[in-house]
């Protein structure tokens, strides 16, 4: 009775040690896709700020553009502008050429 009693102890014993054991293990597996996920999410990160990096640049490039687009518009602007004031000297011009002419003609 007594050896059996200790057998039984015993096989309890080692049921214990060998869940211990798939513990352990699994505890090992855990503890590895943890750091799989750490990396993962590090390198997200990485890419994240990548992606950052380069929404600025193409931002300063974008207000650069738009910078030249608004003085090209406003050369633009300027050149409609002085060219109807040149017209209109012109006009102005030819009046008095053709007011002079009928003048000396009569």
């Known amino acids: ?14 049921n ?7 513990i352990r293990n699994e505890l090992g597996e855990l503890r590895s ?9 590090s390198e997200l990160r990485n890419d994240q700020q990548s992606i950052r ?4 640049e193409m931002k300063r490039e974008i207000c650069h553009r738009l910078d030249r687009l608004e ?23 030819h009046k008095f050429i053709e007011n002079l002419k009928k003048a000396i003609g009569e």
């Open 33 to 41: 896709d943890q750091q799989s996920i750490k990396s993962e999410l």
């Open 53 to 56: 990096n380069e929404l600025g």
């Open 71 to 93: 003085q090209g518009q406003e050369a633009i602007k300027e050149f409609m502008f002085n060219a109807e004031k040149a017209f209109q000297r012109c006009e102005k011009d």
């Open 1 to 14: 009775m007594d050896n059996r009693i200790l057998n039984l102890i015993l096989d309890k014993l080692e």
């Open 16 to 22: 214990i040690e060998k869940e211990q054991q798939e």
